[in-house]
């Protein structure tokens, strides 16, 4: 059994969830490790000057808690696969018996202890205006959502809908006025200075590209990665 570690990074709303998803489902043997399901609590996360919160550092996760999991599957890749609800194929003829890990997040290469164990390194960048509007469409999908299933949940209780008139908004967006300019870009270019000073290998991807052109680029190398392993043998 062989193993490869695969990180995509990036920048806020860049599409890193889309391509580790869409990756996944097209290699055997994968699975993916997400660096957002390890923020901590809202409440131990500090406050700048400006009073927005730091959530764009590594202070801001539990690292540890994910370089464990990431411990954990190169432990034993197979059992790892089917705690998280995957199923090891070994059928495919290019796959072989190679077990793939997709680490994805903002803060991937800036870990040191994390980026050391990547075989393979994407980072995907857009320019500041469409990541900023990405991000406030993301904001307002997010808000209707939440608006849209207290709006249901209303009409289906009592019959006829009182939110608009007697409820209170039930989803906030978390960012605050000038959080984005304030904090967010800022510490994109001060961690990706960091990133580019302390790593080298990383494949940058233009996150204006379709959906299914960063995939296919991203999919044949990772494929060409797994055929090397295989023919090791």
């Known amino acids: 059994m062989k193993t490869l570690i695969v990180g995509v990074g990036g920048m806020t709303n860049g599409g890193k969830s889309t391509l580790s998803k869409s990756l ?23 406050v700048d000057a400006s009073g927005f919160k730091q959530y764009d550092t590594l202070n801001a996760l539990h690292m540890d808690a994910m370089m464990g999991r990431v411990d954990a599957w190169r432990r034993d890749p197979p059992a790892f696969l089917r705690e ?11 796959a072989g018996r190679v077990f793939v890990l997709i680490v994805e997040g903002f803060l991937i290469f800036n870990h040191r202890p ?6 393979k390194r994407y980072f995907l960048e857009i320019p500041y205006d469409i990541c900023k509007e990405r991000r406030r469409s993301a904001l307002l999908s997010r808000f209707c959502s ?22 209170s908004r039930v989803y906030k967006p978390p960012d605050p006025p000038g959080y984005f300019d304030g904090h967010v870009w800022p510490m994109y270019l001060k961690n990706r200075r960091q990133m580019e000073n302390a790593v080298v290998g990383i494949v ?16 044949q190398d990772v494929r060409q990665e797994i055929h090397m392993l295989t023919e090791k043998d």
């Open 84 to 94: 998280t609800g995957g199923t090891a194929e070994t059928t495919a003829r290019w």
């Open 114 to 119: 994390l980026n050391e164990l990547m075989d």
């Open 204 to 219: 940058f991807l233009d996150g204006l590209k379709s959906k299914e052109e960063l995939l296919a680029a991203v999919f």
């Open 146 to 167: 939440a608006w849209t299933r207290r709006i249901t949940l209303n009409i289906l209780t009592h019959g006829r809908c009182l939110c608009a008139t007697n409820s």
């Open 24 to 46: 996944q489902e097209k290699i055997p043997n994968s699975c993916i490790i997400a660096q957002d399901s390890f923020f901590k609590d809202e409440s131990v996360v500090p």
